[in-house]
């Protein structure tokens, strides 16, 4: 009895020896583990994130825009001048929330920045992917493949409406004698339509109106049918969406 009892006392001494030299430890561990936790989830969000923007350099002496001298220009690459607050999905799921987007058409890449007073040198531009579009204020841009960025002006079940939003550069021009005027590097804005099937395929309207009736192929009539009734214009874009949102509707509507 009297040795079970030693040896009682000395696994309790030890045990306290062992505690008490990995005390510090176990405090450490039970004190910084949520904010190892929170870091690395914070981290895990910036990798997220990286994985769906890519680095661009807005003051590249080849461009051919220069945003720290504006005057020397009639217009701007991109499609709304300033940075705006709006959001990034991945599959329908938010990614970005609340940061600065903005549309460069000349380049077709939508740049973003966290914040909007955040240096336009921080800017970064989304990668290119059918998965992922991005809203700015009311307007939505998504992805088409090998096409590029669209405007969606109209989203519906069978058939959407798509705007596709280009610049044509104008270099400067610098009058040779005093019969001929200086001219600014000009971006002029130019726009196109394409109508977008349920079935991914996707048809551009053509610039005159008979032949913009074409693409409705099969739902020519019902179409031209409507627009006689409704006097609309298919060069208007407001008119040109009530077309598409009425063949969306019309049951059994085929191009």
Do not use: W
């Amino acid at each position: 009895h009297r040795v079970d009892r030693r040896q009682r006392q000395m696994c309790i001494r030890d045990s306290y020896k062992c505690f008490f030299h990995y005390f510090p430890f176990i405090i450490f561990l039970f004190i910084f583990s949520p904010i190892t936790t929170a870091q690395s989830q914070n981290l895990a969000s910036q990798r997220q994130v990286a994985l769906f923007t890519n680095n661009i350099d807005i003051y590249n002496e080849n461009s051919i825009y220069d945003p720290s001298n504006p005057e020397n220009y009639d217009g701007t690459p991109y499609y709304i001048d300033n940075f705006i607050l709006g959001n990034v999905y991945l599959e329908n799921e938010v990614i970005l929330s609340n940061v600065a987007l903005r549309y460069n058409a000349i380049v077709d890449e939508i740049e973003h920045k966290e914040t909007i007073t955040s240096d336009d040198k921080e800017a970064k531009s989304l990668v290119k992917s059918k998965d992922i579009y991005a809203t700015i204020m009311k307007d939505t841009f998504a992805f088409i493949p090998f096409k590029g960025y669209y405007l969606v002006v109209f989203d519906g079940t069978n058939f959407s409406l798509l705007k596709k939003i280009t610049k044509k550069y104008f270099p400067a021009k610098k009058a040779k004698n005093n019969y001929e005027t200086s001219t600014l590097a000009e971006f002029e804005d130019r726009f196109s339509y394409s109508i977008y099937t349920r079935n991914g395929e996707m048809m551009e309207f053509p610039k005159s109106k008979s032949k913009k009736l074409k693409v409705f192929g099969n739902s020519e009539k019902l179409i031209k049918d409507y627009i006689k009734k409704y006097n609309l214009d298919l060069n208007k874009e407001k008119d040109l969406k009530k077309v598409i949102i009425y063949l969306d509707g019309a049951e059994g509507a085929s191009l």
